[in-house]
T-cell receptor, first 115, second 115 residues
């Protein structure tokens, strides 16, 4: 089944404790991206990657890191989480917009709470 | 920068009736995609309908159709014969075909179906 898988789905942590949210897709997509969703703000892009070893900042990158060592994986790293990073996080992937239908395929979301 | 505006934070409709959700966007580009995504209580992001900017014909998917007005930069979603399962948050989104391929979202419209 074609899917984007993210883990963990739920996480409660404390300020300053490093954490990683994993994301994996099995559709051979070049493009991958992370979004955060906050009430009243919609979804905002954190980082994206056009292909292996190519990453770039989105609209709200502060406090986050990413890497793209393999095509299928795109982990999101919070080196020192703070309470303002409490949010719902989505990983998404697609073919590059010019090659496919433009549709982004989303993971099921990761609810992160930082105390 | 591209922006997407959904001016209706909440809407409600009687079951079996028709409802229209509004969306406007701002861009100076000519090649782009527009989408409506649905987010039910499960939080999953589900594609409802997509429109390619170069196509004049409005997209239709079963009970869902759009009114795409390119000159006015308007992209509304019409849901006919509303069903209880249509209750969700609906997000309008924009994506460039070339260049920065991020999906830019509106802030969402919460749709309630009244039995």
């Amino acid at each position: 089944e074609a899917q984007v898988t993210q883990n963990p789905r739920y996480l409660i942590t404390v300020t300053g404790k490093k954490l990683t949210v994993t994301c994996s897709q099995n559709m051979n997509h070049e493009y991958m991206s992370w979004y955060r969703q906050d009430p009243g703000l919609g979804l905002r892009q954190i980082y994206y990657s056009m292909n292996v070893e190519v990453t770039d900042k989105g609209d709200v990158p502060e406090g986050y890191k990413v890497s793209r060592k393999e095509k299928r994986n795109f982990p999101l790293i919070l080196e020192s989480p703070s309470p303002n990073q409490t949010s719902l996080y989505f990983c998404a992937s697609s073919l590059t917009a010019s090659r496919g239908t433009g549709e982004l395929f989303f993971g099921e979301g990761s609810r992160l709470t930082v105390l | 920068a591209q922006t997407v505006t959904q001016s209706q934070p909440e809407m409600s409709v009687q079951e079996a009736e028709t409802v229209t959700l509004s969306c406007t966007y701002d861009t100076s580009e000519s090649d782009y995609y527009l989408f409506w995504y649905k987010q039910p209580p499960s939080r999953q992001m589900i594609l409802v309908i997509r429109q390619e900017a170069y196509k004049q014909q409005n997209a239709t998917e079963n009970r869902f159709s759009v009114n795409f007005q390119k000159a006015a930069k308007s992209f509304s979603l019409k849901i006919s014969d509303s069903q209880l399962g249509d209750a969700a948050m609906y997000f309008c989104a924009y994506r460039l075909v070339f260049g920065n391929e991020k999906l830019t979202f509106g802030t969402g419209t919460r749709l309630t179906i009244i039995p």
